[in-house]
Nanobody, 124 residues
Framework: QVTLAESGGGLVQAGGSLRLSCKFS????????MGWFRQAAGMNREYLAS????????WYKDYVKGRFTVSRVNSRNTVYLQMNSLKPEDTAVYYC?????????????????WGAGTQVTVSS
C-alpha cells in the first residue's frame, strides 16, 4: 500500500514562494510517475504538473508554466513542487498523486494513490 504525505504549505504573500514536498512510502518510488493537483474552495480538482518515474520528463499546465517547477529525488522517495510568483488565485489545497504505468498524467483518474493535501493560502 502506497502512502503519500504532503508538507510545506502555509500562508504567503502575493509574489512569494513556497516549496511543497511529498513523501512516498510503501512501494518502489521510481516505478511511479508523480503529479501535483490543487483544489480551490467550490472548484474542481485541477492538474498542475507531473514528472516521469525517472524524472527525465516533466509536464505542466500552461497557467503555471514558468512559475512552478516539479522535481523528484528518488533516493529520498520525495517529489517537490517549487512555486514562485504566487498569486491569490493560487490559494487551494494542493495534492500529490502517484501513477503506475499511465502515460496520461493530466487526468486525475489515471492516478492510483493520493495524499491528504496541504493548504496553500496566498494573501494579496
Amino acid at each position: 500500500q502506497v502512502t503519500l504525505a504532503e508538507s510545506g504549505g502555509g500562508l504567503v504573500q502575493a509574489g512569494g514562494s513556497l516549496r511543497l514536498s511529498c513523501k512516498f512510502s510503501g512501494r518502489t518510488f521510481d516505478s511511479y510517475s508523480m503529479g501535483w493537483f490543487r483544489q480551490a474552495a467550490g472548484m474542481n480538482r485541477e492538474y498542475l504538473a507531473s514528472i516521469s518515474a525517472t524524472g527525465a520528463d516533466t509536464w505542466y499546465k500552461d497557467y503555471v508554466k514558468g512559475r512552478f517547477t516539479v522535481s523528484r529525488v528518488n533516493s529520498r522517495n520525495t517529489v517537490y513542487l517549487q512555486m514562485n510568483s504566487l498569486k491569490p488565485e493560487d490559494t487551494a489545497v494542493y495534492y500529490c498523486a502517484a501513477s503506475y504505468g499511465s502515460s496520461h498524467l493530466k487526468l486525475a483518474n489515471n492516478y492510483d494513490y493520493w495524499g491528504a493535501g496541504t493548504q496553500v493560502t496566498v494573501s494579496s
